[in-house]
């Protein structure tokens, strides 16, 4: 399985708009429409199509934290796999570059994510990759992090 993460450009920016979340999963999460559009706003937001080979089957975003005053804090603040492409295992691996690419930040010391609480599939994915709950914020979403 050969994934990689690859910027979001005129070329892929369409196709990446069209990917699509299993219908009990379209409250977890913003839209890649708007994910995008917060980016282009934002130059500490970063954007990644997630392939599979040449094949399109995801997005992601994370964002540097410095902005808001934690040097060294980065946010996955939206991740998805197509419905077309989940339980193939791209999942593990996609979040496992994601990671790399954040760790291969000079500054980098921790990781942070927000899920909400009563989805438990998502606790327990992050929590495979070491990622410990520190608990809920204002807005009920379950926040947890990756110490580097």
């Known amino acids: 399985m050969s994934l990689t993460l690859k910027p979001i450009t005129r070329e892929n920016f369409e196709a990446v708009t069209d990917l699509r979340l299993l219908d009990h ?18 130059p500490h937001y970063k954007t990644r199509a997630i392939y599979a080979a040449e094949a399109l089957i995801g997005f992601l975003m994370y964002v540097s934290l410095k902005e808001e005053g934690s040097p060294g804090e980065y946010g996955i603040w939206r ?15 996609a979040l496992q570059l994601a990671i790399d690419e954040i760790r291969s930040i000079g500054d980098a010391e921790r990781i942070t994510t927000c899920y909400l609480p009563e989805n438990p599939l998502t606790k327990d994915f992050y929590a495979s990759f070491g990622f410990i709950e520190t608990g809920i914020d204002e807005d009920g979403e379950m926040n947890a992090e990756l110490r580097l």
């Open 79 to 93: 991740y998805m796999i197509d419905a077309r492409h989940q339980g193939k295992g791209y999942g593990r691996g």
């Open 25 to 42: 999963q379209k409250d977890y999460l913003a839209s890649n429409t708007y994910s995008i559009a917060q980016a282009s706003f934002y």
